[in-house]
Nanobody, 120 residues
Framework: QVQLVESGGGLVQPGGSLRLSCAASGFTIDKYIMTWYRQAPGKERELVATIASDNAGGRINYVDSVKGRFTISRDNAKNTVYLQMNSLTPEDTAVYYC???????????WGQGTQVTVSS
């Protein structure tokens, strides 16, 4: 079955770091745009970081609030995408979701999410 499973969330103090992982199964991520979204209570879902497929140039984009602090990467051999989060602030608190999107056929998958809480 097709599945995306996020892991690596948890409780950290401001200024701390976490690395989120998104492991895909049932399909290979090579041709997919991989994106991390987040949603805080009472707020709309927000795009955090996205990385295009290698054959599309592998372009990376971030929301302004995480530029210089977060790094998205993919390891196609492990069929996994990562989000390294440094210098975390309470405003980063949210459920983080992984998304895979194959643009041409319009195929997309979502993970269940992992909770990130930044608090002192």
């Amino acid at each position: 079955q097709v599945q995306l499973v996020e892991s690596g969330g948890g409780l950290v103090q401001p200024g701390g770091s976490l690395r989120l992982s998104c492991a895909a199964s049932g399909f290979t991520i090579d041709k997919y745009i991989m994106t991390w979204y987040r949603q805080a209570p009472g707020k709309e879902r927000e795009l955090v970081a996205t990385i295009a497929s290698d054959n599309a140039g592998g372009r990376i984009n971030y929301v302004d609030s995480v530029k210089g602090r977060f790094t998205i990467s993919r390891d196609n051999a492990k069929n996994t995408v990562y989000l390294q989060m440094n210098s975390l602030t309470p405003e980063d608190t949210a459920v983080y979701y992984c998304n895979a999107w194959w643009v041409v056929p319009g195929r997309t998958y979502w993970g269940q999410g992992t909770q990130v809480t930044v608090s002192s």
